[in-house]
Nanobody, 126 residues
Protein backbone atom coordinates (compact mmCIF):
# COMPACT_ATOMS: atom_id res chain seq x y z
CA UNK A 1 0.00 0.00 0.00
CA UNK A 2 1.02 3.60 -0.54
CA UNK A 3 1.70 5.39 2.73
CA UNK A 4 3.47 8.38 4.22
CA UNK A 5 4.22 8.24 7.92
CA UNK A 6 5.41 11.21 9.97
CA UNK A 7 7.42 10.87 13.14
CA UNK A 8 9.31 13.04 15.58
CA UNK A 9 6.61 15.31 16.94
CA UNK A 10 6.41 16.17 20.59
CA UNK A 11 6.69 18.88 23.21
CA UNK A 12 9.53 21.37 23.00
CA UNK A 13 10.30 24.64 24.76
CA UNK A 14 10.34 27.96 22.90
CA UNK A 15 13.71 28.46 21.26
CA UNK A 16 14.28 24.74 21.06
CA UNK A 17 14.70 22.43 18.10
CA UNK A 18 12.90 19.42 16.73
CA UNK A 19 13.33 17.20 13.69
CA UNK A 20 10.42 15.58 11.92
CA UNK A 21 10.72 12.72 9.48
CA UNK A 22 8.47 11.50 6.71
CA UNK A 23 8.93 7.94 5.51
CA UNK A 24 7.37 6.60 2.34
CA UNK A 25 6.29 3.02 1.77
CA UNK A 26 4.74 1.43 -1.28
CA UNK A 27 6.35 3.95 -3.62
CA UNK A 28 9.65 5.71 -4.21
CA UNK A 29 10.08 9.38 -3.42
CA UNK A 30 12.68 10.01 -6.12
CA UNK A 31 10.17 11.40 -8.62
CA UNK A 32 7.98 13.24 -6.15
CA UNK A 33 7.89 16.73 -4.81
CA UNK A 34 7.47 16.65 -1.04
CA UNK A 35 5.91 19.28 1.18
CA UNK A 36 5.22 19.91 4.82
CA UNK A 37 1.96 21.53 5.85
CA UNK A 38 0.68 22.42 9.27
CA UNK A 39 -2.64 23.20 10.85
CA UNK A 40 -3.25 24.79 14.21
CA UNK A 41 -6.64 24.72 15.96
CA UNK A 42 -8.99 27.26 14.45
CA UNK A 43 -6.64 28.10 11.60
CA UNK A 44 -6.41 27.07 7.97
CA UNK A 45 -3.82 24.59 6.84
CA UNK A 46 -0.73 26.36 5.58
CA UNK A 47 2.25 25.35 3.52
CA UNK A 48 5.47 25.29 5.51
CA UNK A 49 8.08 24.15 3.03
CA UNK A 50 8.55 21.98 -0.02
CA UNK A 51 11.32 20.40 -2.05
CA UNK A 52 11.30 19.55 -5.73
CA UNK A 53 11.99 16.16 -7.26
CA UNK A 54 14.41 17.07 -10.03
CA UNK A 55 16.98 19.59 -8.82
CA UNK A 56 16.22 19.67 -5.11
CA UNK A 57 15.03 23.27 -5.11
CA UNK A 58 13.31 24.34 -1.92
CA UNK A 59 10.70 26.89 -0.95
CA UNK A 60 9.73 28.16 2.49
CA UNK A 61 6.82 30.02 3.92
CA UNK A 62 7.67 33.47 5.23
CA UNK A 63 6.87 32.52 8.80
CA UNK A 64 9.52 29.77 8.92
CA UNK A 65 12.19 31.04 6.54
CA UNK A 66 15.58 31.02 8.20
CA UNK A 67 14.43 28.68 10.97
CA UNK A 68 13.27 25.51 9.19
CA UNK A 69 15.15 23.34 6.71
CA UNK A 70 13.76 20.60 4.49
CA UNK A 71 15.95 17.85 3.12
CA UNK A 72 15.51 14.54 1.37
CA UNK A 73 17.38 11.26 1.43
CA UNK A 74 16.26 9.27 -1.57
CA UNK A 75 18.40 6.30 -0.57
CA UNK A 76 16.37 6.00 2.63
CA UNK A 77 13.11 7.07 0.97
CA UNK A 78 12.63 9.75 3.61
CA UNK A 79 12.27 13.49 3.99
CA UNK A 80 13.21 15.47 7.08
CA UNK A 81 12.13 18.80 8.50
CA UNK A 82 14.65 20.42 10.83
CA UNK A 83 12.98 23.06 12.98
CA UNK A 84 15.06 25.53 14.98
CA UNK A 85 14.24 28.54 17.13
CA UNK A 86 10.75 27.25 17.66
CA UNK A 87 8.01 29.63 18.70
CA UNK A 88 4.66 29.07 20.35
CA UNK A 89 2.96 29.92 17.06
CA UNK A 90 4.64 26.91 15.47
CA UNK A 91 2.35 24.67 17.51
CA UNK A 92 0.31 22.61 15.05
CA UNK A 93 -0.23 19.22 13.54
CA UNK A 94 2.38 18.77 10.84
CA UNK A 95 1.66 16.76 7.71
CA UNK A 96 3.91 15.59 4.93
CA UNK A 97 2.57 15.24 1.42
CA UNK A 98 3.84 13.91 -1.90
CA UNK A 99 2.95 14.74 -5.48
CA UNK A 100 4.53 13.70 -8.77
CA UNK A 101 7.29 16.17 -9.47
CA UNK A 102 6.41 16.47 -13.13
CA UNK A 103 2.92 17.68 -12.23
CA UNK A 104 3.58 19.95 -9.26
CA UNK A 105 3.72 23.60 -10.29
CA UNK A 106 3.07 25.39 -7.00
CA UNK A 107 4.60 23.26 -4.32
CA UNK A 108 3.19 25.11 -1.31
CA UNK A 109 -0.39 24.61 -2.46
CA UNK A 110 -2.39 21.85 -0.81
CA UNK A 111 -4.23 20.83 -3.96
CA UNK A 112 -1.01 19.73 -5.65
CA UNK A 113 -0.54 16.67 -3.48
CA UNK A 114 -1.98 13.21 -3.86
CA UNK A 115 -0.52 11.37 -0.88
CA UNK A 116 -0.73 12.57 2.70
CA UNK A 117 0.49 11.34 6.04
CA UNK A 118 -1.71 11.25 9.12
CA UNK A 119 0.18 14.02 10.87
CA UNK A 120 2.31 14.46 13.95
CA UNK A 121 1.67 16.92 16.76
CA UNK A 122 4.25 19.59 17.55
CA UNK A 123 3.67 21.61 20.69
CA UNK A 124 5.93 24.54 21.59
CA UNK A 125 5.36 25.58 25.18
CA UNK A 126 7.23 26.31 28.35
Amino acid sequence: QVQLVEAGGGLVQPGGSLTLSCAASGFTLDYYAIAWFRQAPGKEREGVTCIGSSDGRTWYGDSVKGRFTISRDNAKNTVALQMNSLKAEDTAVYYCAAGLGSLVRACLEEYEYEYWGQGTQVTVSS
